[in-house]
């Protein structure tokens, strides 16, 4: 009887390098993704550090690209703001400065065009008439899409929001 969870397949060094460039070059990983995979092939110790070695040293194991590309998607696409974003990276054992720089090279302009356009469109379905609790939706609402307070703030202001 077989059970819901797949088993896991264990390769040789080659045939493990050869899985982690397509699963590297199919999208961009982290170097925490790629070695649970490779965990998962039956790689351990040396022959695992040596695969990380080659696909770093190839360019398909790319910490920074990885960041800029999850920061970028999730700021774009999801509409995440640099706090939810920070934390997806830090799961994802990206370190501190490969991190910093990734959230900050989303545009400001841009983010702060996203903080409006959320909150106006929040406002347009919220039907609570108090205009505290209002303004309290709508905070709770930004702040959990990982937009910073201040900044918040600044924009509800500045679009006559609050």
Known sequence: MKSGKQEAVLLDKKQALVKAEHFCAYQERSQKEVRYKLVEWGMRGDELEEIISELILNNFLNEERF????????????????????????LKGVPDKI????????????????????????VQSLSENDPFKR?????????????????????LKASNLN
């Open 99 to 122: 991190l910093q720089k990734a959230i900050y090279s989303i545009d400001d302009d841009d983010y702060l065009q996203t903080i409006e356009k959320l909150a106006i469109k929040k």
């Open 135 to 155: 303004k309290n939706k709508l905070m709770s609402y930004l702040q959990a899409k990982g937009f910073e307070t201040d900044l918040i703030l600044l924009v």
């Open 67 to 90: 960041a800029k590309s999850y920061a970028s998607g999730k700021f774009n696409i999801k509409h995440w703001g640099r706090a939810k974003i920070k934390q997806g990276l830090k």
